[in-house]
């Protein structure tokens, strides 16, 4: 392979999914889609559920895990034990059986996701129906009333060609992630705040109050409920919205943008889309003035 190869490889197949992003036509798809799906996932029990909010990380990339990893064992156990195609259909069996709650997941993320991110998302979620439907196919042809059909290797056929579509539809998901940065904590790069910072005056932030203050880089979300002063990163963990618009009650704040809550006193999401809880800092009141810092460890 020639040194200059990996460069041009990487740019045509960015340039591949910089072009389903800026697909327009699947708008249509995807508005109809959200109007099907949100309805559904309305309710907080399974909108948590579905996002992590109890694993206190997002749910849908551990789930991919699993049926990548029982759809890969079976297509190995057709090259490496092509004798027992029984091996390789309940591995599929298994897979199939765990893309139903990755699928589920994967929907409830991808509602709140717009523009670029939601089409690659639509054309992810696509090409995984079309993966698992082969999967399926095979999965049929290695049952007993096909078996003699899959003497000509139908079933490994289909698995192989899912395989291969699961292949590029996770490569589109990682892009999600890693390039697009859907799914991950937006309050990962903020900085430390390392010493105690002040950053307002103690009657700005009155009881029921709240204020957006600065320490270095960091906007902190001021806070006064019962006395309490509470402090805690104003850009939410979601996808980095400013939290100081939302709604303030029960000692807690909800996103404007997608709704997900948070207790003020110590982040933690109490509604999803948000799975990682809300940074809080340590807050004191000196001399009349408001000081932060990051907790210890
Ligand atoms: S940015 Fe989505 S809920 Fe806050």
């Not at 907080?44 to 895990?65: C, E, F, I, Q, Y």
């Not at 290797?153 to 992630?177: C, D, E, K, Q």
């Amino acid at each position: 392979m020639s040194l200059t190869s990996a460069p041009s490889s990487q740019k045509t197949v960015r340039q591949a999914v910089d072009t389903i992003g800026r697909l327009e036509q699947l708008d249509g798809v995807g508005e109809q889609l959200e109007r099907l799906l949100r309805p559904r996932l309305e309710s907080r029990g399974l909108r948590n559920a579905l996002s992590g909010v109890w694993l206190g990380h997002r749910l849908h990339p551990m789930l991919t895990d699993v049926a990548i990893g029982a759809f890969t064992g079976a297509a190995l156990v057709d090259v490496l034990a092509p004798r027992h195609p029984q091996i390789a259909r309940r591995l599929i069996a298994a897979g199939v059986m765990a893309a139903v709650p990755t699928a589920a997941s994967g929907m409830s993320d991808w509602i709140d996701v717009y523009g670029d991110a939601r089409r690659i998302g639509l054309v992810h979620a696509a090409g995984n129906s079309l993966a698992l439907g082969l999967f399926g196919i095979s999965f049929l042809h290695r049952g007993r009333r096909h078996k003699e059909s899959d003497r000509h290797g139908g079933g490994r056929l289909s698995s192989f060609a899912g395989l291969a579509v699961l292949a590029a539809t996770g490569y589109l998901g990682g892009h999600l992630s890693y390039v697009l940065g859907v799914g991950v904590d937006h309050t990962a790069f903020e900085p430390r705040i390392e010493d105690w910072t002040d950053v307002a005056a103690a009657e700005e932030v009155l009881e029921g109050g709240h204020k957006v203050a600065r320490a270095g880089e960091v906007e902190v979300l001021l806070t006064r409920t019962e006395g309490e002063l509470h402090a805690m990163a104003n850009r939410c963990s979601h996808a980095g919205w400013g939290l100081d618009p939302g709604k303030f009650e029960d000692g807690c704040v909800t996103c404007p943008a997608h709704g997900s809550r948070f207790r003020l006193d110590d982040g933690s999401v109490v509604r999803g889309p948000a799975a990682s809880p809300q940074p809080v800092f340590e807050v004191r009141a000196e001399n009349g003035r408001i000081e932060v810092r990051s907790r210890k460890g």
